[in-house]
């Protein structure tokens, strides 16, 4: 029996371990920026949509800053949705002289429904637009947003994708561990892809679709990851998402781990939703069609279920370090001592060079975070002899504890802050699986649900 168990586990271990390496080998190629022959000539007239919803607080800032975009002022309008709003998002809007709409539609609720219906009448204007870039009304956006956006359009892209950025990094443990996550995404997802030529995910906010494809496609992203649903759609019928690096848009992220739960919950719903739909139609295209860039999209819609298989891959690794017969086949088998540990701090430093590479952080903070993976090498080594486990554990917390407090003394107190929120960084990556669990179990529950805004921050403050 125990035979059986150790063959099976090691064809689940290996499954797994061979998807990290694919990501980790991807991510790899975003510590790099290809040369870009950028094109700033003004070619392309846009339309600016902000979906809102009742966004009282912040849908001043985001038009704001719109109205300072260094574009033809000639060439671009703002179009706020007013989508069942009961507060003053409206009235605010239209006190900056933009186009408002107002959308009341109790039984279709959410985003992709409200971009759906502002579509059309976008397409029944008289004045036509060349491309239409989307906003969440919590944005804010940097003044070479469309300059960029218009320079990648021109390279042949259809649609094309803006760096999300955060606007609150500061404000809260999970506003800094969702922003580490998009910093860290950008580079290792979205940056590496373009890289090499795959296609890029829409991210949600802060994207251009040329209007010609937006029409003949047809939007039809109503689910719960709209931007999801679409990428696929593209993918599909040949187009890529284009990147572009430097289009940047300021996001807002939660501050609290109740509205985090919520909205990677609906995240993960979305994913599952799209890709019991997609999954298998972007493989046999891929295949039919020999594009491996399809593919690699067909994987990425797979997140939940690859997020489920890197928790139970980390369980059987726990049992079988931890008790003794059971026969799980865990992955340091294939390594020797050092080599697995070196895989290890490979992984936990590519965060911190990326966030050093795109000036999150500074190089002290780098050298710190260096010096603090070591503890893989000299925590086992300093409590090796030791029998009592408490002991060796109290150990290994004080060697944690004294990189913080070095951290504060040689760095200062934001420093010290942002190194223990780097810890607790990877208590929001573990809260993926439960997370991902319930989204999953929840797949067809497509009621939307609103992140309520609360502070109002100005382009100025980022």
């Not at 099976?8 to 790099?32: D, E, H, K, M, S």
Request: aromatic residues 14%.
């Amino acid at each position: 029996m125990g035979k059986y168990i150790f063959t099976i586990t090691a064809f689940f271990q290996i499954f797994v371990f061979a998807i990290t390496c694919y990501y980790l080998a991807l991510g790899l190629i975003g510590l790099f920026r290809k040369k870009e022959n950028k094109n700033y000539e003004p070619k392309n007239k846009f339309a600016l949509l902000i979906a809102a919803h009742n966004e009282e607080v912040v849908i001043g800032s985001l038009i704001e800053s719109m109205l300072k975009l260094d574009y033809p002022k000639e060439m671009y309008d703002v179009f706020v949705i007013a989508d069942n709003c009961t507060d003053d998002t409206a009235k605010i809007s239209k006190g900056y002289g933009v186009n408002v709409c107002e959308r009341f539609a109790k039984d279709k609720r959410g985003k992709g429904y409200a971009l759906e219906w502002m579509f059309a009448k976008l397409f029944a204007m008289e004045k036509q637009y060349d491309a239409i870039a989307i906003f969440d009304a919590d944005n804010l956006v940097h003044k070479d947003f469309l300059k960029e956006i218009n320079s990648k359009m021109q390279e042949g892209y259809k649609v094309v994708q803006g760096y999300i950025d955060s606007k609150n990094p500061d404000d809260s443990w999970i506003a800094a561990a969702y922003s580490i996550a998009f910093w860290t995404q950008n580079r290792m997802f979205q940056l590496a892809r373009a890289n090499i030529g795959f296609s890029n995910q829409i991210g949600g906010t802060g994207f251009a679709i040329e209007t010609k494809t937006l029409k003949k496609l047809g939007w039809g992203a109503t689910c719960l990851t709209e931007d999801l649903e679409f990428s696929c759609k593209l993918v599909l019928n040949g187009e890529k998402v284009g990147w572009a690096h430097d289009a940047i848009i300021y996001d807002e992220k939660p501050l609290k781990l109740k509205q985090s739960w919520t909205q990677r919950k609906r995240w993960m719903q979305g994913f599952t939703d799209v890709a019991s739909r997609y999954f298998f139609k972007l493989v046999k295209k891929s295949i039919m069609e020999r594009k491996f860039y399809m593919f690699d999209c067909a994987l990425y819609v797979l997140q939940p279920f690859v997020t489920l298989l890197l928790g139970i891959s980390a369980v059987l690794t726990l049992i079988q370090a931890n008790t003794s017969g059971v026969n799980i086949f865990i992955i340091n088998y294939l390594f020797s001592d050092v080599g697995f540990k070196t895989f290890a701090v490979i992984q936990f430093l590519i965060t911190p060079l990326i966030l050093t590479i795109d000036k999150k952080i500074t190089k002290p903070f780098l050298v710190m975070m260096v010096l603090y993976s070591s503890n893989v090498f000299v925590v086992p080594y300093l409590t090796a002899n030791m029998d009592n486990w408490i002991i060796a554990w109290v150990s290994g917390l004080a060697y944690n504890l004294a990189f913080l407090i070095l951290t504060g003394i040689l760095l200062g107190k934001k420093e010290l802050i942002l190194f223990f929120r780097f810890w607790l960084y990877a208590l929001y990556t573990l809260t993926w699986i439960p997370i991902t669990i319930q989204g999953i179990l929840n797949k067809n529950n497509k009621e939307w649900s609103h992140t309520k805004h609360v502070r109002k921050i100005e382009i100025c403050d980022v």
